[in-house]
């Protein structure tokens, strides 16, 4: 049985696709609404990066990025290597 005292939920918001990022957004202020599970709900932050290899990860990325500001999620933009490492000092390699 699950230990529902652990619960986790993600609401990630970047979608390249606009309904998916809505549909996102809306159940995030159903979860918080609810007084049984605002609780479980603990907003934290991950990072994605694409590399430029691909245009269409590359587009993808900008169209989501693009939907998600628009519903006022707050981004921080991580561009050098030194800007990932000063989040996340555990990411070692080579970062192009």
């Given at each position: 049985m699950a230990d529902v005292t652990r619960a986790t939920q993600v609401f990630r918001t970047e979608y390249s696709n606009p309904?998916?990022?809505a549909l996102a957004v809306e159940a995030r202020a159903a979860w918080q609404s609810e007084p049984l599970l605002a609780g479980c709900l603990v907003q934290n932050g991950?990072?994605?990066?694409?590399?430029?290899?691909?245009?269409n990860?590359?587009?993808d990325w900008e169209e989501a990025v693009a939907n998600s500001k628009a519903t006022g999620t707050v981004m921080e933009d991580l561009s050098t290597p030194q800007?990932?490492?000063?989040?996340?000092p555990f990411l070692t390699g080579a970062m192009k």
């Open positions: 309904a998916s990022t991950y990072i994605f990066s694409v590399t430029g290899q691909s245009a990860s590359v587009k800007d990932f490492k000063a989040k996340a």
